[in-house]
């Protein structure tokens, strides 16, 4: 016991600069495909079909691919598109775009649960449409939104340790190093593995938190 | 004064010709209740004027102004989103499944034209939304969410969110079909009390004894055409299109 705060004390730097990449990469992707999963929902259950039709085409490409090559694509392939993307970079554009696509189809889902009479409803007081969105549809839609948008930011968290093969320094990656260093194998994954449970847990009651508000008394 | 003119109205869903050719027009103040079986057109009609749906021919002319389109015949196209808004926003409307907003309270949902269509400050639109819950009778009930208010409740919210917007015009789509029969009583209540104060009220209804009390002039609708018009007194008690005297005979009148 003693020998392994030893170790850690040695690696503390190390596994908080991991920790903290994994909650920033993890709470920007959220962000971000949130944002792009809001568009995408909006677009594929108002848009016409020219808008549609590739969103929808995006939309089930990505949500077909997994996210580990997803990582290696974004890192290796966009290179020949005269992009050139860090590690962190590449790997919050992977994420942010999975995240997105599983958003687009949840924030499709809600929105079209409300019955279209909602919509008509706005237009009678003379809302414009952007103006129901935002007062009539997206507020009644997040009641449903919030319990998977939970559970999609715990699975980004997850999917993060992936970036580890890219070389971005997130938690895994560090953990990794540092096993590489000391060999206390089950000593530091067994903390790894109880970091990832405690910023999971972090957001989950940050969920509850937020269903609770947007809830109908 | 005229304040609504409907002209040569047509309308069709794909080949479905639903208004063939409709002639209304409706001075300020009065009241006119529509008519007529399921299928005549009468709640298309409405919706038109709302310009909740588009229509394929003649004009809608709403306190002088037509509305909906610009241009005329193959430059003839629809306002855009915004100019649209704003001519909605002229004439006021009422569901039949009131269609309240549910994560609004009573009072939110009159609120949200107020501020947000009429930019109202909030202080402002709460006065102004509290008095019309007064007059509607809810104003106990101002911060109650829809799901717990009863039908007729719900209704006469619906109610005063539209008449807040101090539209020129009022629409009301068969507003109490949706409710049990001892609810529909304090929804035409309602309804008699603004028509006692010269709102101007377009009723698609079917509820016959109140269309001949309270309309001035009632409508009989039949396949996408007027077929017979006239003060309601007088064509309640004698309806001279045969197929109105067949309509009015199963609806007991």
């Given at each position: 016991m003693e020998h392994f705060l030893h170790e850690l004390w040695i690696a503390r730097w190390a596994l908080a600069q991991g920790l903290l990449l994994t909650v920033e990469i993890s709470a920007a992707s959220i962000l971000c495909g949130s944002l792009i999963g809001l568009l995408a929902g909006i677009g594929l259950t108002y848009g016409k079909w020219p808008l549609r039709l590739p969103i929808r085409a995006a939309v089930d490409s990505i949500r077909g691919i997994p996210v580990l090559v997803l990582i290696l694509a974004s890192f290796y392939l966009l290179t020949f598109a005269g992009i050139n993307l860090t590690a962190v970079e590449s790997g919050l554009f992977a994420l942010s775009i999975f995240c997105g696509a599983h958003m687009g189809e949840i924030i499709r889902g809600a929105l079209q649960s409300i019955p279209v009479t909602q919509i008509d409803a706005g237009r009678a007081i003379g809302l414009t449409f952007p103006k129901i969105l935002i007062y009539v549809l997206i507020?009644?839609?997040?009641?449903?939104?919030?319990?998977?948008?939970?559970?999609?930011?715990?699975?980004?968290?997850?999917?993060?340790?992936?970036?580890?093969?890219?070389?971005?320094?997130?938690?895994?990656?560090?953990?990794?190093?540092?096993?590489?260093?000391?060999?206390?194998?089950?000593?530091?994954?067994?903390?790894?593995?109880f970091l990832y449970f405690l910023i999971n847990s972090v957001i989950e009651r940050l969920g509850k938190f937020a269903s609770r508000r947007f809830a109908l008394q | 004064?005229?304040?609504?003119?409907?002209?040569?109205?047509?309308?069709?869903?794909?080949?479905?010709?639903?208004?063939?050719?409709?002639?209304?027009?409706?001075?300020?103040?009065?009241?006119?209740?529509?008519?007529?079986?399921?299928?005549?057109?009468?709640?298309?009609?409405?919706?038109?004027?709302?310009?909740?749906?588009?229509?394929?021919?003649?004009?809608?002319?709403?306190?002088?102004?037509?509305?909906?389109?610009?241009g005329a015949g193959s430059a003839r196209r629809r306002l855009g989103e915004r100019e649209l808004a704003r001519q909605r926003a002229m004439t006021g409307m009422v569901f039949?499944?009131?269609?309240?907003?549910?994560?609004?309270?009573?009072?939110?949902?009159?609120?949200?034209?107020?501020?947000?269509?009429?930019?109202?400050?909030?202080?402002?639109?709460?006065?102004?939304?509290?008095?019309?819950?007064?007059?509607?009778?809810?104003?106990?009930?101002?911060?109650?969410?829809?799901s717990q208010l009863s039908g007729g409740q719900q209704q006469r919210v619906a109610i005063a969110r539209a008449l807040a917007m101090d539209?020129?015009?009022?629409?009301?789509?068969?507003?109490?079909?949706?409710?049990?029969?001892?609810?529909?009583?304090?929804?035409?209540?309602?309804?008699?009390?603004?028509?006692?104060?010269?709102?101007?009220?377009?009723?698609?209804?079917?509820?016959?004894?109140?269309?001949?009390?309270?309309?001035?002039?009632?409508?009989?609708?039949?396949?996408?055409?007027?077929?017979?018009?006239?003060?309601?007194?007088?064509?309640?008690?004698?309806?001279?299109?045969?197929?109105?005297?067949?309509?009015?005979?199963?609806?007991?009148?």
């Open positions: 507020p009644q839609a997040m009641r449903q939104i919030m319990p998977v948008w939970v559970n999609t930011g715990a699975e980004l968290v997850k999917a993060s340790t992936l970036l580890s093969v890219i070389g971005t320094g997130e938690l895994l990656l560090r953990t990794q190093e540092i096993v590489g260093r000391n060999f206390m194998t089950l000593e530091f994954y067994a903390l790894c593995g | 004064m005229t304040l609504l003119a409907i002209r040569g109205l047509t309308k069709n869903f794909g080949p479905v010709e639903i208004l063939k050719g409709v002639d209304l027009e409706v001075n300020k103040g009065e009241v006119v209740s529509i008519i007529g079986a399921s299928g005549s057109g009468k709640t298309t009609l409405l919706r038109c004027v709302n310009l909740l749906e588009d229509f394929n021919g003649g004009e809608i002319v709403l306190d002088g102004v037509a509305i909906g389109y610009t039949q499944s009131f269609n309240l907003f549910p994560h609004l309270t009573a009072l939110g949902n009159v609120m949200l034209g107020l501020t947000k269509v009429r930019h109202m400050a909030k202080r402002e639109a709460q006065q102004l939304a509290m008095s019309w819950l007064a007059r509607v009778g809810l104003d106990d009930r101002a911060t109650h969410l829809p539209p020129k015009l009022v629409l009301l789509d068969e507003i109490t079909s949706a409710l049990d029969p001892e609810l529909v009583g304090e929804v035409l209540n309602t309804i008699k009390l603004l028509a006692k104060e010269g709102t101007t009220m377009l009723i698609v209804t079917h509820e016959m004894r109140f269309a001949r009390d309270v309309a001035h002039r009632t409508i009989f609708m039949d396949g996408g055409l007027i077929a017979e018009q006239g003060p309601s007194a007088k064509l309640f008690r004698n309806p001279k299109n045969a197929r109105l005297k067949e309509f009015l005979k199963r609806a007991n009148m």
